[in-house]
């Protein structure tokens, strides 16, 4: 008859093997985190063996069951790490994962030289403390690479099992050291200690693949909302993006009453470009273009490329004479900047149609309107150079 540990066992078996198995078949499927996914399924493998191999205690040799299964524990955590840290584009530290795994294996053949009852002990001590010492460097040298990427919160949420692991196996090893406390055995024997222990390192488990997995949805999420908002040339925010911003300037007037201004900047002849120099050279101009905008417009500035050769900003809390100084400016600097193509310097000109909203009774549809609708006149009237459109009211 198996006890209430070695059932728990078996059924975190049973649930590292489902682990490697989905991690194995995301590996397959992502194509954003492939070498992670397998680092991962390796380590649920792993440590599914670690587990059979603590099971078989009493049929093996100890120094199979308890040795290598404690050593492979140890090796399992390290390849959650490893994984983890390739998926931050962070260091492995191969020399430090070695130097782990060589000093627990000789902690666990070293306590056999302790005469018993201490052996076990402590070597249910050493691999306690070699697990807590593995989460908690992944926990330190994954955070501030997640804090980047998604922000102090999810990034704390996101090293949250690996801290509560760290705790769970410093408390399970280092209570055999309280006077008085429970005596440590090693799994599976059936004491309420590893009772509790086991249910934790089965939820420990779940918590770890599942904030592994959340983390890998939420990078796809980040870079499928980029993708859908940028223009993949420019990196600018495509029309779409640009119009749904226009739109929050356009409720952002509605209720602090704070005018806004557009502008629709084309470049002149652009066609030419093309025409003359190619595809690619007319793809450098539009880089050029859209890396000057980029850099001299406000903090506040949206820009965005609306399609072809043009470029809409919005210039939020504005007047009627500061859209005119803004658009003259990015003129300015556009006229002055050069494209440099296989050897040769490409200069450009624009045009400019500019309106501002200060009635949240216009439509947004209607400034755009506007905006081309001066954008149209700059281009009759000899292009380069700025038109402003009248105020609606
Ligand atoms: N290189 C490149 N060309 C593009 C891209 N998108 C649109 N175009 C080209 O941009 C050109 C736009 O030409 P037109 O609309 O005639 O405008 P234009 O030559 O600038 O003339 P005006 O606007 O009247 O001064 C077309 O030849 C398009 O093929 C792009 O992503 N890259």
Aim: aromatic letters at 6%; one cysteine or more; proline letters at 4%.
């Amino acid at each position: 008859m198996l006890g209430n540990v070695a059932l728990t066992m078996l059924t975190l078996l049973l649930l590292q093997g489902g682990l490697a198995a989905g991690w194995l078949i995301a590996a397959r499927a992502l194509d954003l985190s492939r070498r992670s996914a397998r680092h991962w399924s390796a380590s649920a493998l792993i440590g599914a063996a670690a587990l059979a191999l603590l099971l078989m205690r009493g049929w093996a040799p100890d120094w199979a069951a308890v040795v290598l299964g404690n050593t492979l524990s140890v090796v399992a955590l390290l390849g959650i790490r490893r994984g983890l840290l390739h998926f931050l584009r962070q260091p492995l530290r191969d020399k430090e994962c070695a130097a782990v795994v060589g000093l627990t294996l000789a902690a666990q053949l070293g306590c056999a030289l302790l005469p018993e009852p201490f052996a076990g002990p402590a070597r249910v001590m050493a691999v306690c403390v070699a697990m807590a010492w593995v989460l908690m460097r992944c926990a330190l040298q994954s955070y501030p690479a997640l804090k980047r990427e998604f922000g102090e919160r999810r990034a704390f949420l996101l090293v949250s099992p690996q801290v509560a692991g760290v705790a769970l196996f410093l408390l399970r090893g280092l209570i055999g050291l309280v006077p008085g406390g429970p005596a440590l055995h090693a799994l599976p024997a059936d004491t309420p200690l590893n009772i509790a222990s086991a249910l934790l390192i089965l939820l420990l488990t779940l918590l770890l693949h599942g904030h592994l997995a959340l983390m890998v949805l939420m990078r796809l999420v980040r870079r499928l909302r980029h993708l859908s908002q940028r223009d993949a040339l420019t990196g600018l925010y495509n029309r779409a993006e640009w119009n749904r911003q226009l739109e929050a300037q356009h409720r952002w007037l509605g209720r602090f009453n704070e005018p806004f201004g557009v502008l629709m900047i084309d470049i002149d002849h652009f066609k030419k470009i093309n025409d003359t120099m190619g595809h690619a050279a007319g793809d450098a101009v539009l880089l050029t273009a859209a890396q000057v905008l980029l850099a001299s417009a406000r903090d506040v500035d949206v820009v965005g490329r609306l399609g072809g050769e043009e470029f809409g900003v919005l210039l939020p809390r504005t007047e009627q004479m500061a859209v005119r100084r803004a658009a003259e400016r990015l003129r300015q600097l556009l006229c002055d900047a050069e494209t440099t193509w296989r050897g040769k310097q490409i200069k450009l000109t624009v045009s400019i149609g500019a309106a501002l909203c200060n009635d949240a009774d216009e439509s947004p549809a209607h400034v755009l309107e506007r905006a081309d609708h001066a954008l149209y006149q700059a281009k009759n009237t000899g292009r380069n150079r700025t038109v402003v459109a009248r105020l609606a009211s």
